[in-house]
């Protein structure tokens, strides 16, 4: 009963409060309202695009040959700003690249990277352009350095220090080849990468062995007469 009471005169104190700002409480109230509406539409109408991107790229997957650079990169302009979007721009890279259009895969592959550098596809736009490089006959092993030292996927890092370990054998490095190629073949036990990778450790290793200098001949000095 007190404590209804004690409740009562609250609301008896601070009505004429309510009446005196009233206005000013009605139009933060509106306020309000008119931004969670049109939070809630942006969203609707983002989440609608991601549902519409991804329909789209899943038709396009399903297509006949397979989709084309630039039916992906059309998606990817259509729906900027969505998962899918970034999806089909990556795999419009990656179709550029197969097709053996470097100079441009490189290009969308950098595109990719300057506009969603944060995005957890990255590390796989990173190698793309370290690997359009490596095509183009200029093989850049800080570009592939790089992907190492930021990429979370251990598919992609493997992927980028079995390119490493091409480049320091290319340049006659053979330890830092080897060692490398060790890396990537322990990563990938069973996989095509780990296979090729335990090729070259296996060939590294007998360079290695022929390269080094021959112990010398061990002799024994006969003890001369007297001693």
């Given at each position: 009963m007190?404590?209804?009471?004690?409740?009562?005169?609250?609301?008896l104190?601070l009505w004429?409060?309510?009446?005196?700002k009233?206005?000013?409480?009605?139009?933060?109230?509106?306020?309000?309202a008119?931004?969670?509406?049109?939070i809630?539409?942006?969203?609707?109408?983002?989440e609608?695009k991601?549902?519409a991107?991804g329909?789209a790229?899943?038709?396009?997957?399903v297509?006949a040959g397979g989709p084309?650079?630039?039916?992906?990169?059309?998606?990817a302009n259509e729906?900027?700003?969505?998962?899918?979007g970034?999806r089909?721009?990556l795999?419009?890279?990656?179709?550029?690249y197969?097709?053996g259009?470097?100079p441009?895969?490189?290009a969308q592959?950098q595109?990719?990277?300057?506009?969603h550098s944060g995005?957890?596809?990255?590390?796989q736009?990173a190698?793309g352009?370290?690997?359009?490089?490596?095509?183009?006959?200029?093989?850049d092993?800080?570009?592939?350095?790089?992907v190492?030292?930021?990429?979370?996927?251990?598919a992609?890092v493997?992927?980028?220090?079995?390119?490493?370990?091409?480049?320091?054998e290319?340049?006659?490095?053979?330890?830092?080849?080897?060692?490398l190629?060790?890396?990537a073949?322990?990563?990938n036990?069973?996989s095509?990468?780990?296979y090729?990778?335990?090729?070259h450790?296996?060939d590294l290793?007998?360079?290695?062995?022929?390269?080094a200098?021959?112990?010398a001949?061990?002799?024994i000095?006969?003890?001369k007469?007297?001693?």
């Open positions: 007190q404590a209804q009471d004690t409740t009562t005169l609250f609301l104190k004429p409060w309510i009446e005196a009233k206005t000013r409480l009605i139009g933060g109230a509106v306020i309000i008119v931004a969670i509406f049109v809630s539409f942006f969203s609707y109408q983002h609608q991601e549902i991107a329909q790229l899943t038709q396009l997957s297509t084309t650079a630039e039916a992906c990169l059309k998606i729906y900027p700003g969505t998962v899918a970034q089909a721009m795999q419009g890279a990656a179709a550029l197969e097709a259009r470097y441009d895969a490189q592959f595109k990719f990277l300057d506009a995005s957890e596809l990255a590390g736009a190698l352009v370290a690997a359009s490089l490596d095509a183009l006959g200029k093989p092993a800080t570009k592939y350095q790089a190492v030292n930021s990429s979370t996927d251990p992609i493997s992927a980028a220090k079995f390119a490493l370990g091409r480049i320091a290319s340049q006659g490095k053979l330890n830092e080849a080897l060692g190629f060790q890396e073949a322990g990563a036990p069973g095509s990468l780990g090729e990778a335990g090729m450790v296996l290793r007998n360079k290695i062995s022929a390269s200098p021959a112990p001949p061990f002799t000095t006969p003890a007469p007297g001693n």
